[in-house]
């Protein structure tokens, strides 16, 4: 499965951004994606998440502001980023995780796009 994340870029304070994430070579529907971001110094760290039911989840930090949505059809996740500010500057990566039944057993999956630079001037 690849990921291919797309969409950032340099924006202002207040402003907003969407990414865009295509997973390709996924004979399967997959159970989560989401993205994950990492700012210089800091380890990586969950933004949102959504299920394929639609279940979503945020960290604190970008709750009321971020919007995870997905495209099942598609296999595509976006997040839609508003009320920008300098602390969400990072590179922010695609991921698409879950569990697959593969002869007989239960094993999970988990991967990770190239990652995309968002970053927010004041």
Same mark, same amino acid.
Not at 3 to 24: D, E, I, P, T, Y
Not at 78 to 84: A, I
């Given at each position: 499965v690849?990921?291919? @994340?797309? &969409? &950032? &870029?340099?924006? %202002? +304070?207040?402003?907003?951004? !969407?990414? =865009?994430? @295509? +997973? =390709?070579?996924?004979?399967?529907?997959i159970d989560r994606m989401g993205w994950y971001r990492q700012a210089p110094g800091k380890q990586r760290e /969950?933004? +949102?998440?959504?299920?394929? &039911?639609? !279940?979503t989840n945020y960290a604190d930090s970008v709750k009321g502001r971020f919007t995870v949505s997905r495209d099942n059809a598609k296999n595509t996740v976006? /997040? %839609?980023?508003?009320?920008?500010i300098p602390e969400d500057t990072a590179v922010y990566y695609c991921n698409a995780a879950g569990l697959r039944l593969i002869g007989g057993r239960w094993l999970s999956y988990d991967y990770w796009g190239q990652g995309t630079l968002v970053t927010v001037s004041s």
């Open positions: 690849q990921l291919q @994340a797309s &969409g &950032g &870029g340099l924006v %202002q +304070a207040g402003g907003s951004l !969407r990414l =865009s994430c @295509a +997973a =390709s070579g996924s004979s399967f529907s /969950l933004v +949102a998440s959504i299920t394929i &039911g639609g !279940r976006y /997040l %839609q980023m508003s009320s920008l």
